[in-house]
């Protein structure tokens, strides 16, 4: 698989976002953009707490999409001093988490199922900030015309 468009548009230095543009500059077929474009974009990457070392990375349609790409980004991620987490909107049944599981061929990554919720919310309920979020769905972190969103250059 190949040939994804990540959206990255942030003024702000960011050291988890160096790592995968390198990681995507080394896969050679990936792409990467800074104009939103719905029709084009397939994976958001966001930029959030200037001090969280958490890399938050959605599962259906972003790591499904390049279960190949993910592990090994999953892994520079960990080498570099940064916590590769899976966040995803299913809920928490069996099902969900051995599918998770096997699709990251057993790695013990922490996976957080919001079901449903805004995963923005449910991640600092949890106490835990989000340095960078690598996300197919943008609404599923957070509601439009948020800081969060404008800050990362999409404005709804
Ligand atoms: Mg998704």
């Known amino acids: 698989m190949s040939d994804l468009v990540f959206y990255y548009q942030n003024r702000l230095p960011c050291a988890a976002f160096a790592i995968l543009e390198a990681a995507i500059k080394e896969h050679g077929e990936h792409e990467l953009t800074s104009t939103f474009d719905e029709f084009r ?8 707490s200037a ?30 001093g940064w916590e590769p987490i899976v966040c995803t909107l299913r809920d928490n049944m069996d ?20 079901d449903g919720r805004k995963k923005r919310a449910f991640m600092l309920h949890q106490g835990i900030s989000v340095g960078l979020w690598i996300d197919d769905y943008f609404p599923g972190i957070i509601q439009f ?3 969060l ?8």
Do not use: C, H, W
């Open 145 to 147: 015309g948020s800081p």
């Open 51 to 80: 001090t969280s070392r958490i890399v938050a990375i959605d599962f259906d349609n972003t790591i499904t999409a390049d279960p190949e790409f993910y592990l090994a980004l999953i892994k520079v991620y960990r080498e570099s």
């Open 95 to 114: 099902d969900n988490l051995l599918e998770i599981r096997e699709k990251l061929q057993g790695d013990g990554m922490r996976i957080y199922t919001t």
């Open 41 to 48: 974009v397939d994976q958001y990457v966001l930029a959030d």
């Open 149 to 156: 969103l404008l800050r990362n250059g999409i404005e709804y």
